[in-house]
């Protein structure tokens, strides 16, 4: 079994939830692109060339899911799953990551990409999920808050802030870890599944 046969695509309202393709790239770059040049949601200054971002998909498949929301040939947004940290006893955990169309946010595209993402990580055997989200006290024209009341809504608790964290169009930024449990946490746990 592979992780390809753990996901047929799904049918959802007019769009389709699939896994990402080499040659969905150059899409799923001009959907992160706008989010580098003009957002704090991403440290990133300057989004990366097609070949970097193609390494990128490439080493996320490797072991975990990478998603996209497709409608007529067209990517709406993409989630996946990558590592939380190298060492083996974090084997169970995985940081999760989102980024919609800017045209398509509120469409409930985003909940539909997390909740396809989540079913092939439980049969994974992962444990927690973690997500990364820049964070200001108060909004600004680079900045909402509308991450973390997403990923609240989908289960998600902060756990954690780390202060004037990073810096970018000429501010200082903070960011929060946000967690959510998916296993029981029991003694000697399945290995995770592997692609």
């Not at 974090?90 to 079913?119: M, N």
């Given at each position: 079994?592979t ?8 049918y959802m309202?007019?769009f389709?939830?699939r896994t990402?393709?080499l ?9 992160y ?5 003009d ?6 200054y300057e989004a ?11 080493c ?11 409608k007529?040939?067209?990517?709406l947004g993409?989630s996946?799953?990558?590592p939380f940290?190298?060492?083996p006893?974090y084997?169970?955990?995985v940081?999760?990551t ?5 045209d398509?946010k509120?469409s409930?595209?985003?909940?539909k990409?997390?909740e396809?993402l989540e079913s092939?990580?439980?049969?994974q055997?992962?444990q927690n ?7 200001s006290k108060t909004?600004?024209?680079?900045l ?8 609240k ?8 802030e780390?202060?004037?964290y990073?810096?970018k169009f ?5 960011m929060?870890w946000m ?6 946490h029991e ?9």
């Amino acid at each position: 079994m592979t992780l390809l046969s753990l996901l047929e695509a799904a049918y959802m309202n007019d769009f389709i939830i699939r896994t990402a393709a080499l040659q969905d790239a150059p899409q799923l770059l001009s959907i992160y692109t706008p989010y580098a040049r003009d957002t704090a949601i991403t440290f990133e200054y300057e989004a990366p060339s097609l070949e970097e971002f193609e390494s990128r998909i490439l080493c996320i498949l490797e072991k975990y899911p990478y998603l996209v929301a497709e409608k007529n040939g067209e990517i709406l947004g993409f989630s996946y799953a990558g590592p939380f940290k190298a060492r083996p006893a974090y084997d169970w955990a995985v940081e999760t990551t989102i980024y919609i169309r800017q045209d398509q946010k509120l469409s409930g595209l985003g909940r539909k990409l997390y909740e396809a993402l989540e079913s092939i990580l439980i049969r994974q055997n992962i444990q927690n999920l973690y997500a990364c989200i820049a964070y200001s006290k108060t909004e600004d024209e680079h900045l909402t808050h509308d991450s973390i009341h997403f990923h609240k809504r989908l289960g998600y608790q902060l756990i954690g802030e780390f202060h004037q964290y990073g810096y970018k169009f000429d501010r200082w930024y903070d960011m929060v870890w946000m967690e959510k449990h998916l296993g029981k946490h029991e003694v000697d746990p399945p290995p995770v599944f592997i692609r």
